[in-house]
């Protein structure tokens, strides 16, 4: 019979045979500094792994995050994922009830795919939700014409030549937590170009950020605009600072259904209306209290695992 053993917090090197495997056979994506980034950002954070005890072949994986702030500590738990061939034997389960003993009475969020949505609501209690779910809509950069034109009205800049504190007060538009240091540690990532789009007065309305990530993609998380008109010229200028975007395979927008923009914004990008794919993804779910965004400027989230907006 076979014995499994539980890691906590695995080195460097366990970590990306993960990203490897996942990118394997759910097509994930990561920057290999990903996991570092969790650990420095979060107030406290876990990444828990199994693997078998005897072959060290990795089996299951779940990360559970710490973010405290005035309302209390939110929990999110994401890297929930587990090899094909032990799917459906019950490892996974036991797993994440570990990591809701952790969380115990306090608030939890998580981004729940298609498939899996209804069971963290039945088996676990994420069970406040938004009326909408997210949309993924990608296309391949060989697809991608970036337009000639885009209105004058806006001018971007990068992110660190810009006042911060007005950033920062941006960034509590889109989420009423304050993430002055997650988002900070995110745009100093290697490999990541972010910049900040102002209208004629001044105003920041809009922001994003584009990560060079695995299986040759680009990562557009997030991306923040208050208009299409303004976010017109932030996708332009983001994907002109990036050396050789044409060698990358594709990009998505990550986004709320009941916003049209961003499908629309991916369409004036494309070769055709035809070359933009779209799935239905994933939702926003809590466990205590569902936290309401701006859904009407978000065009992607910035991070799948342990962000809600």
């Keep these: 019979m076979t014995e499994f053993e539980t890691l906590v917090n695995p080195p460097q090197e366990i970590w990306e045979e993960i990203v490897k495997k996942t990118g394997e056979t759910d097509d994930w994506t990561f920057q290999l500094d990903d996991y570092k980034y969790w650990s420095v950002s ?17 089996v299951a994986s779940v990360s559970l995050a ?3 702030g005035d309302d209390g500590p939110l929990f999110s738990i994401g890297m929930f994922y587990c090899v094909p061939r032990y799917r459906g034997t019950g490892l996974g389960k036991p797993l994440f009830q570990y990591v ?7 608030n939890a969020t998580l981004t729940g795919t298609v498939e899996m949505s209804e069971k963290y609501a039945r088996n676990f209690g994420f069970d406040k939700v938004s009326g909408y779910w997210h949309l993924s809509s990608s296309l391949k950069c060989d697809d991608v ?21 007005s950033l920062t007060a941006y960034d509590r538009t889109i989420c009423v937590r304050d993430r002055k240091k997650i988002m900070t540690n ?20 809009g922001y994003s950020t584009i990560r060079l990530v695995t299986k040759n993609k680009l990562n557009i998380a997030p991306f923040y605009a208050d208009n ?17 975007w044409q060698q990358y395979a594709s990009f ?10 961003p499908l629309a914004l991916l369409e004036k990008f494309a070769k055709n209306k035809k070359s933009v794919s779209t799935v239905t993804a994933l939702r926003s779910q809590f466990t205590k ?12 989230l910035v991070d799948c695992a342990h962000q809600f907006v």
């Excluded at 010229?233 to 050396?243: F, G, N, Y």
Aim: aromatic content about 18%; glycine content about 4%; proline content about 4%.
């Design 66 to 68: 710490r973010w405290d």
């Design 289 to 300: 209290k569902f936290i309401a965004t701006p859904a009407h400027k978000v065009y992607a």
């Design 228 to 244: 299409i008109e303004a976010a017109e010229v932030l996708l332009k200028d983001l994907l002109s600072m990036i050396p050789n």
């Design 252 to 261: 998505a927008f990550l986004y709320p259904e009941c916003n049209t923009d």
């Design 100 to 106: 809701m003993d952790i969380v115990g009475d306090n």
């Design 42 to 58: 979060y107030d406290q954070f876990w990444f828990f792994v199994i693997w078998e005890k005897e072959t060290k072949n990795f």
């Design 186 to 205: 995110w745009f100093n990532l290697e490999d990541t170009f972010t910049r900040v789009v102002f209208d004629g007065s001044g105003k920041i309305v």
């Design 145 to 165: 014409v970036i337009p000639d034109k885009v209105s004058g009205n806006y001018k971007t800049k990068l992110w660190s030549d810009v006042d911060y504190d």
